[in-house]
């Protein structure tokens, strides 16, 4: 079962129990089952509700860290002890930062956090890894060689090139629009996307093997691959996208501001 199963987020507080030992990557048992229940209960996907506290469950857990306990990227532990485990169990809602009608996205670089909100009830919460930051706070500039076949539009070139590039790994904050869907792996020229959605010209939240508790793309938003698996279900073309970054609200971004940082070519040789 997934999130998209999950009662709103509005359902009345489950009574607690008493948490034996905290629970962290490794742990088994009825334990783990129950807060695999109330993660879903509140809209985060731990995955399948089988009693293993996997990668699944660590990642569900810092999105819970996040946002229930506001803790940034670097304070998550990724471990339920009694404080977490007994916030779980209260009444607890997650709220939109922007009321509108349908379906929209919002995602919160400084938590590492991306919601779905239909009619504002958060339909799913998942930890994201975006684009990867000095310890200033600003994106990473890299440097790869890569094979080209797609314009920044996506679309496909007559012919490949291979050519070496630079780049900052750039996740711009402001309002955005789902212009584009692409149903199962897409190998892109900075690497593989599964069932990417296009928001912000080559800027996708995407499926990614590898999703990290600290900003760690190239500038895409990855989410883990079992929330990838039915997040096209989830969100249609059209559908705004919301991105906080740590300087302004999407609204006051500029058109300046929320362009990605295309490749150029690289100079350093």
Not at 10 to 31: I, M, R
Not at 130 to 145: H, K
Not at 246 to 269: A, V
């Amino acid at each position: 079962a997934s999130a998209t199963t999950a009662p709103p987020a509005t359902t009345s507080a489950v009574p607690t129990t008493q948490l034996g030992a905290p629970l962290a990557l490794g742990s088994s048992g009825d334990e783990v089952v129950a807060l695999q229940r109330q993660l879903r209960r509140l809209g985060f996907d731990p995955g399948p509700g089988d009693g293993e506290f996997g990668r699944s469950t660590e990642q569900a857990v810092w999105a819970a860290e996040a946002l229930i306990l506001g803790r940034t990227p670097v304070e998550k532990t990724g471990t339920v002890d009694v404080a977490l485990w007994q916030r779980l169990h209260e009444e607890v809602t997650i709220q939109p930062r922007r009321t509108m009608p349908g379906t929209h996205v919002e995602i919160y670089l400084d938590l590492q956090v991306a919601v779905v909100f239909t009619d504002d009830v958060a339909v799913l919460v998942t930890h994201i890894s975006s684009g990867q930051l000095n310890p200033d706070g600003m994106p990473v500039t890299f440097c790869e060689e890569i094979t080209i076949d797609t314009d920044e539009l996506g679309n496909p070139m007559p012919e490949p090139e291979v050519r070496g590039v630079c780049s900052e790994s750039k996740t711009p904050g402001g309002v955005f629009e789902v212009h584009r869907r692409y149903e199962g792996e897409r190998i892109g020229p900075l690497g593989s996307m599964s069932n990417p959605i296009y928001f912000n010209y080559g800027i996708a939240i995407h499926g990614a093997q590898n999703v990290p508790v600290l900003p760690a793309s190239h500038g895409g938003v990855r989410v883990p691959m079992h929330v990838a698996e039915y997040l096209p279900t989830l969100i249609e073309l059209g559908d705004t996208v919301l991105v906080w970054d740590s300087h302004k609200e999407p609204e006051e971004q500029t058109k300046e501001d929320m362009l990605p940082s295309f490749l150029s070519p690289d100079t350093t040789e």
